[in-house]
Nanobody, 126 residues
Framework: QVQLVESGGGWVQAGGSLRLSCAAS????????MGWFRQAPGKERDVVAAISWIGGGEWYADSVKGRFPISRSNAKNTLYLQMGSLKPEDTAVYYCAASAILGSTPITDLNQYASWGQGTHVTVSS
């Protein structure tokens, strides 16, 4: 089982940038499909971006496409979400997650993820 710890959240004005990090321990991130999710107050947890176990295939929600590239560093055993051109509607708690499902297709169903971090808050003011 992999343990995940997010960091990098905070408060930022609209148009600004943040980089979220997800440090893994126990196993290496390149042995998992990984994803970033977010949950705004009163709303369901939704997938934001995902990267596949094999081949590094990427998937993005339409709302963040072109603004939030996902990446991972095997050397640092860390998953990243570089958040740019932030909007107030990006305000949420952001979670990283790991799935042991093999394959080259990014996993976008949160029920397929077994390991979750504790979340990091992102607040974007207008």
């Amino acid at each position: 089982q992999v343990q995940l710890v997010e960091s990098g959240g905070g408060w930022v004005q609209a148009g600004g940038s943040l980089r979220l990090s997800c440090a893994a321990s126990g196993r290496t991130v390149n042995r998992y499909a990984m994803g970033w999710f977010r949950q705004a107050p009163g709303k369901e947890r939704d997938v934001v971006a995902a990267i596949s176990w094999i081949g590094g295939g990427e998937w993005y929600a339409d709302s963040v496409k072109g603004r939030f590239p996902i990446s991972r560093s095997n050397a640092k055993n860390t998953l990243y979400l570089q958040m740019g051109s932030l909007k107030p509607e990006d305000t949420a708690v952001y979670y990283c997650a790991a799935s042991a499902i093999l394959g080259s297709t990014p996993i976008t169903d949160l029920n397929q993820y077994a390991s979750w971090g504790q979340g990091t808050h992102v607040t974007v003011s207008s």
